[in-house]
């Protein structure tokens, strides 16, 4: 069974930086892939980032050039540093790892955007 867990979300103002971590029970190692969705409140869940096993990277459009996905094996951690967030980033940020088609969730993490 895997755990993940988040933490380092909060409230920043527009403009503002933030640096999500997800730390995986049983290490990250363990994970074919690895990454970042976020949802906002009567919206869908949203694909934010992704890391494979071999460190490839890939972006939602939305969040191109803003956010930074990196993937610790030693420190077991996945992190999401998020950079000049706006008003509609504000979301609930989970982290998500998938093992041989099984889909693991955290619980989340609320990062709120305002002034």
């Known amino acids: 069974q895997a755990l993940l867990v988040e933490s380092g979300g909060g409230l920043v103002q527009p403009g503002g930086s933030l640096r999500l971590s997800c730390a995986a029970s049983g290490g990250t190692s363990r994970f074919d892939a690895m990454g970042w969705y976020r949802q906002a409140p009567g919206n869908q869940r949203e694909w934010v980032a992704v890391v494979d096993r071999g460190g490839v990277t890939n972006y939602a459009e939305s969040m191109k050039g803003r956010v930074t996905i990196s993937r610790d094996n030693a420190k077991n951690t996945v992190d999401l540093q998020m950079n000049s967030l706006k008003p509609v980033d504000t979301a609930v940020y989970l982290c998500?790892?998938?093992?041989?088609?099984?889909?693991?969730w955290g619980q989340g993490t609320q990062v709120t955007v305002s002034s």
């Open positions: 998500w790892g998938i093992i041989r088609g099984i889909n693991y």
